[in-house]
């Protein structure tokens, strides 16, 4: 069975951080492009970050760059993201996500495959 789980998430002051992980099991994950993304109440989903488990090219969402660092632990098959200097703006449900096969567009939520359950971020002012 393959599971996706997200923590980390909790209760931070703008301008403080926060580390999410993402415990990926059931299969193999080493070909695979692994994202975060995120949901406000009331907004679409949007992606966050992304990059291909391999290693390569990173993708970043322009309100997050410079800010945000995704990565990877192979030996633990976990994926982060490190989020710093945090802004109100970035309260949401976080979510890891895998994709099997994928776009050179790495922020399109249709080609995933696999999805966390998501876990609270909330930044106060």
């Known amino acids: 069975q393959v599971q996706l789980v997200e923590t980390g998430g909790g209760l931070v002051q703008a301008g403080g951080s926060l580390r999410l992980s993402c415990a990926a099991s059931g299969r193999t994950f080493s070909s695979d492009l692994m994202g975060w993304f995120r949901q406000a109440p009331g907004k679409e989903r949007e992606s966050v970050a992304a990059?291909?488990?391999?290693?390569?090219?990173?993708y970043y969402a322009d309100s997050v760059k410079g800010r945000f660092t995704i990565s990877r632990d192979n030996a633990k098959n976990t994926v982060f993201l490190q989020m710093n200097s945090l802004k109100p703006e970035d309260t949401a449900v976080y979510y890891c996500?895998?994709?099997?096969?994928?776009?050179?567009?790495?922020?399109?939520?249709?080609?995933?495959?696999?999805w966390g359950q998501g876990t609270q971020v909330t930044v106060s002012s």
């Open positions: 990059m291909p488990w391999s290693g390569g090219t990173t």
């Open positions: 996500a895998a994709a099997r096969r994928y776009y050179r567009d790495y922020s399109l939520a249709n080609q995933y495959n696999y």
